[in-house]
């Protein structure tokens, strides 16, 4: 099956910092990544579209200079979360579509981000 | 916007016994989702219908399109301590996007 993985799968960092989250798809390549965010006991909330090779789509309310998406590889999207505060802690997940065209979705393990 | 409704939000059910939740929407989709998430991990896809009227199994998972396009429904059968969780069905119209239901929670009693 499809298997992605996302690293680091817990980070705990100061206020003020960055962080990176990677997402790879591990057997299959992906033209379209997506990241995600949930909050305990809710939905996954989309973040934004990550394309290969083009900018990241954003979500209304998602800032887009806050979360850098970079997708630099058929296999690979990156996340950044930029000067983080405490509200920015949470789950986030990613999600790789197949680029075989199924309308499908294969998700990473999650990171938990918490942010002092 | 497009819309999901889950239900039910949260069921509590003896070991072995049949669990059966669903999802509707006002509009119609192309592709209908079946995910499981426990606690701090991603989701994990159980099933996936491409078709209108389309009836899935997975071992003790069983799942169907609705005709109308506008439904879809997950049966668990003789349910097993593991199956806790909670289950998320998504539906996929034009765009590369998923909706997301809001999610059913599986509670086991001892």
């Known amino acids: 099956g499809a298997v992605v993985s996302q690293h680091p799968s817990r980070v705990i960092c100061k206020s003020g910092t960055s962080v990176k989250i990677e997402c790879r798809s591990l057997d299959f390549q992906a033209t379209t990544m997506f990241w995600y965010r949930q909050f305990p006991k809710q939905s996954l909330m989309l973040m934004a579209t990550s394309n290969e090779g083009s900018k990241a789509t954003y979500e209304q309310g998602v800032e887009k200079d806050k979360f850098l998406i970079n997708h630099a590889s058929l296999t690979l999207s990156t996340l950044t979360v930029t000067s983080a505060h405490p509200e920015d802690s949470s789950f986030y997940i990613c999600?790789?579509?197949?680029?075989?065209?199924?309308?499908?979705?294969?998700f990473g393990p999650g990171t938990r981000l918490l942010v002092l | 916007g497009q819309q999901l409704n889950q239900s039910p939000q949260s069921m509590f059910i003896q070991e072995g016994e049949d669990v059966s939740m669903n999802c509707t929407s006002s509009?119609?989709?192309?592709?209908w989702l079946w995910y499981k998430q426990d606690p701090g991990e991603g989701p994990v896809l159980l099933i996936a219908l491409y078709k209108a009227g389309e009836l899935t199994s997975n071992g003790r998972l069983t799942a169907q399109f609705g005709i109308t396009r506008k439904d879809s429904f997950l049966n668990i059968s003789a349910s097993i301590p593991s199956d806790v969780g909670i289950y998320f069905c998504a539906g996929h119209w034009r765009d590369d996007k998923i909706i997301f239901g809001k999610g059913t929670r599986l509670h086991i009693l001892p």
């Open positions: 999600s790789a579509r197949d680029y075989r065209g199924r309308e499908t979705q294969y």
């Open positions: 509009s119609i989709f192309n592709t």
